[in-house]
């Protein structure tokens, strides 16, 4: 069937009608008037162009390939940062990352904060976390592990995590055996096996792969024997996520539960550089430029997305939690406390022909250096810990998370790169040293940020420029715990 590119206001203002219905209204048994069941699913470190539906060469991915044919495909999907922590922090709040602290990779997600998962679990969803965390430790005294971020169950890695891993059971050390994304999936799967019908659930299934460093099952390894040896493992990987994905997929189907249940894959940053791709945008994972925040996503639900559909507005991880949070009927934000995503039923259902996004998309990556979660290790001596009838306090990092920055950060003390798009227009603010530097692409023309309009479209960047100063001032806010 062809992929259409202009019908989305028919099944989305279907799907926007489904969701504003209450949470104690009576539910029919039937599909159209039930809260859909949500699961998401996340890469660790997949760029853009790591699909065969993306244009790869090699990479083997038949099962992502699959849904990006049948579901929506999003072919401008950005993550909220170009690293791990700071986006699953963006998918958790639907805000910009800094705002709650999680700068870099190994910062805690803040207690503070208002999740995705504690706002569904208390709209009656059963929820769940699977995999790799990296938002605190997921020791027993952690105030920022995923019990305490709203996860009814979880079965959490510090940070990524390799074949047969030690994985935290809601505090519990737990010895696992198989290879690490397939771990995530039968465990995801089993829980989804144990819910009730008659309750919607929300499981998260975060991989550790493709990670570094790269240790793909012999199966997967095996169908790249003739690439170079640098590339065997790192394939491998990407084709071990998609057979984990797979099973997950079709899971929903033998459970009759498919067709009312959201299936959103992405990836949390751009590509690695040397073994990953970016489809030829410029940059790679910790990059403001596209190759370092634009990943593969794909959304699937076919009880209201009928026929296969590409958009190449530019969405991104942000949008998650409004979003979900529409689709659940589940109370929104409340109004003193910023979002950085929009709710993406209304817009898709108001798009046609348009395919610009209504609101500008912002990122700022911090001069800060990230904080070391070696995974294995830490998990290794809680288990030796556990097995003598020990507990093992967490990290100092983790302990301290509700703490707001003191002294008070400023858009100074924190520099880095930031930039603002705005239809396609994209400014980048540029610290370096004690002077500051503006470059501006236009997307449209120039999508692989080739030839710097900073000059020539001097009134371009004008208007912009105090517009990417007023959203760093609003984050900044957040920072110092205005929100809260």
Request: with cysteine.
């Amino acid at each position: 069937m062809p992929r259409l590119r202009v019908t989305f206001s028919l099944f989305f203002s279907i799907a926007l009608g489904s969701h504003l219905a209450s949470e104690s209204a009576t539910r029919s048994d039937a599909a159209e008037t039930e809260r859909p069941n949500i699961v998401l699913v996340m890469a660790d470190d997949q760029g853009w162009g790591d699909m065969g539906y993306n244009g790869h060469p090699v990479v083997k991915t038949p099962h992502f390939d699959q849904a990006a044919s049948e579901g929506l495909r999003f072919d401008r999907f950005y993550a909220a940062a170009p690293v791990c922590s700071p986006t699953r922090a963006s998918v958790m709040t639907g805000r910009n990352p800094n705002r709650s602290g999680v700068y870099k990779w190994g910062y805690p997600l803040r207690p503070q904060e208002t999740t995705i998962a504690e706002r569904l679990q208390q709209s009656g969803y059963a929820t769940a976390h699977f995999g790799k965390w990296h938002l605190g430790s997921v020791r027993n005294q952690s105030p920022a592990n995923p019990g305490k971020h709203g996860f009814d169950a979880w079965l959490s890695a510090p940070n990524f995590y390799d074949n047969d891993p030690i994985l935290s059971k809601e505090g519990t050390a737990e010895k696992i055996t198989g290879e690490s994304s397939i771990v995530a999936a039968d465990a995801a799967i089993e829980w989804m096996r144990s819910q009730p019908k008659e309750k919607p659930f929300f499981a998260v299934v975060w991989f550790g792969s493709p990670h570094s460093p790269h240790r793909a099952a012999d199966e997967d390894r095996a169908l790249y024997a003739d690439q170079p040896k640098n590339q065997q493992d790192f394939l491998g990987e990407v084709t071990g996520m998609d057979r984990a994905f797979g099973k997950i997929r079709n899971e929903l189907s033998t459970l009759g539960i498919r067709d009312n249940t959201i299936l959103w894959y992405c990836s949390d940053n751009g590509a690695l550089p040397r073994v990953g791709s970016t489809g030829g945008f410029r940059g790679n994972k910790g990059k403001i430029y596209e190759g370092g925040l634009l990943v593969p996503a794909i959304l699937e639900w076919p009880a209201k997305i009928k026929h296969p559909v590409a958009t190449e507005m530019r969405c991104t991880t942000c949008d998650i939690f409004p979003t979900l949070l529409a689709v659940a009927g589940a109370e929104p934000s409340p109004a003193n406390v910023p979002l950085d995503g929009i709710n993406l039923l209304p817009t898709f259902a108001d798009l046609t022909l348009k395919t610009e996004r209504p609101e500008t998309l912002e990122f700022w990556d911090v001069n800060k250096k990230g904080i070391g979660t070696p995974a294995a290790e830490w998990m290794a001596e809680l288990y030796a810990a556990q097995q003598q009838g020990k507990d093992l306090p967490p990290h100092p990092s983790s302990q301290d998370a509700a703490k707001l920055p003191s002294p008070v950060e400023t858009i100074e003390s924190l520099g880095g790169h930031s930039a603002i798009i705005s239809g396609n227009w994209k400014l980048h603010r540029i610290v370096k040293g004690d002077s500051v530097e503006w470059e501006l692409y236009d997307l449209k023309t120039d999508p692989y940020e080739k030839t710097d309009l900073i000059e020539k479209e001097s009134s371009q960047a004008d208007e912009l420029k105090p517009k990417l100063m007023a959203w760093m001032d609003s984050v900044i806010g957040s920072l110092r715990g205005d929100d809260y």
